[in-house]
């Protein structure tokens, strides 16, 4: 059984229903659902003395660099065995169901890697600007950092995320439908800085940054947003970036699709048109039903999703309950977030708490009392241009079934009597 409790073809709905039922059991026995409180000792409870109240602890040193504690050992990134042809040319996800506020972790930020990752050497490490400037330049990593920094706190989200969900109801947990999303504050230096020290041609029209990794990944990204908020991004959260996220340098695209996030960043040209390489044609373009490609989707649609509950995080008791979840748009901020528990029916405003960055991720709760009634629960967010999240079925009537990318579906989960959460769709 792959680590999802869920396995590729099972589209329909009762084809679903029975496959989350036959995991059900075996959920916390592979570490995708929080430990039972059940576990719990008596003994280290008051009116006792807990353990932890009678000894000295570990000393100072003994973790030279933090992590977390061990009984949150659950709390990773996780693959879909199905979607893991090769480690080097593949993805795994956030745990979005065990993370609160907007800020991802820097070692739970989901990965994408088409070649593995690239192990750069910062002292080795060169960015070539090149193409229709004044004076091609190479920057060493301090070169670019004297040049004046920033601090953002923007999303990531892979294109790709939710796409397995196109065609009906299929992963079982937030982390995996949701999961290529990740958020977390950047510093870096505006591009711009490095383009105007180049000196623009005035032709220039397009960029085209490039990896530094083995599949030298390219996009064709318009001058005017390379202009306006594109940054060059040498750490997150208050750290160097993570190798994982393209050490020591990657771009940083404000509300457009992941792929365009060059890591690893060696080389940057400016040209007079768009390149077409394969990450923007035969991949990360939109098959429509007649067989036809949308040509670069590049921002991404306002989209949210409950992440408690969800498949991994039951409802555990009856009565007071906080459900919470994510929403975001690549077009600016969320003005407001909807909850449904009935499946469509009614629908209230949930508590948006927390900055509201934007481009970043917002965090809402709706508070409720649960009476064990089963029940299907949805998001939509509207952001700042007051576009309302769709249904996947209004998603389908303009894009077919053909798709991969850009699904920012409303997603439903089916909260059954004894708690238990599993992923459907309804029409
Ligand atoms: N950059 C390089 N050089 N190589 C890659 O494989 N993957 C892209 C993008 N940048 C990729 C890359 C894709 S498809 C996505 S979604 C994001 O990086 C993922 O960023 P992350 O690994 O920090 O989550
Ligand atoms: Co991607």
Redesign the pocket.
Same mark, same amino acid.
Do not use: I, P
């Given at each position: 059984m792959s680590e999802t409790g869920s396995s590729k073809g099972r589209t329909t709905r009762r084809g679903f229903l029975t496959g989350a039922a036959a995991v059900g059991g075996s959920l916390a026995a592979t570490g995708l659902v929080r430990p039972a409180m059940a576990e719990s000792d008596p003994e280290n409870q008051p009116p006792n003395v807990a353990d932890w109240s009678k000894y000295l602890g570990e000393g100072v040193d003994a973790r030279p660099y933090g992590t977390p504690s061990e009984y949150e050992s659950h709390v990773v990134r996780r693959n879909v065995a199905w979607l893991t042809a090769s480690p080097e040319s593949s993805v795994n996800f956030t745990p979005l169901h065990e993370l609160d506020g907007i800020i991802t972790p820097n070692g739970l930020?989901?990965? +994408?890697?088409?070649?593995g990752i690239?192990e750069v050497v910062p002292s080795d490490f060169r960015l070539m600007i090149n193409g229709l400037v004044d004076k091609p330049l190479i920057f060493t990593m301090e070169d670019i950092k004297r040049f004046p920094r920033t601090n953002k706190v923007y999303f990531?989200e892979?294109?790709?995320n939710s796409g397995m969900e196109w065609r009906g109801a299929q992963l079982n947990g937030c982390q995996f439908t949701h999961g290529?999303i990740?958020c977390v504050m950047y510093t870096g230096v505006p591009l711009k800085h490095i383009l105007e020290e180049a000196g623009l041609k005035t032709n220039a029209k397009w960029i085209m940054p490039e990896?530094?990794?083995a599949?030298g990944?390219n996009r064709s990204i318009p001058l005017e947003k390379a202009l306006d908020d594109c940054m060059l991004a040498f750490a997150m959260n208050g750290e160097a970036l993570r190798p994982?996220?393209?050490y020591p340098l +990657?771009l940083v695209v404000p509300g457009w699709e992941?792929?365009m996030?060059?890591?690893?960043l060696r080389r940057i040209e400016v040209g007079d048109e768009p390149w077409h390489a394969r990450e923007e044609t035969s991949k990360y373009t939109d098959l429509m039903e007649d067989g036809r490609a949308r040509r670069f989707t590049w921002a991404m649609d306002c989209k949210s999703v409950v992440t408690n509950p969800s498949p991994q995080a039951p409802l555990l008791h009856k009565g007071r309950n906080v459900l919470s979840g994510l929403a975001w748009s690549g077009r600016g901020t969320v003005d407001r977030v909807d909850i449904t528990l009935d499946g469509g029916k009614n629908w209230r405003h949930a508590r948006i708490d927390g900055p509201s960055f934007d481009k970043s991720v917002h965090r809402f709760y709706y508070e409720f009392d649960w009476n064990g009634e089963p029940l299907l629960v949805q998001s939509r967010a509207i952001d700042s241009t007051g576009y309302l999240q769709p249904t996947k079925n209004e998603l389908r009537a303009v894009r077919g079934t053909n798709s991969i990318y850009h699904n920012n579906g409303i997603q439903t989960w089916h909260v059954r009597e004894n708690g238990e959460v599993e992923n459907v769709e309804i029409s």
């Open positions: 930020c989901f990965e +994408r890697h088409h070649s690239a990531l892979c294109a790709a290529m990740h990896g530094g990794d599949s990944m994982e996220q393209g +990657r992941g792929n996030w060059v890591k690893w």
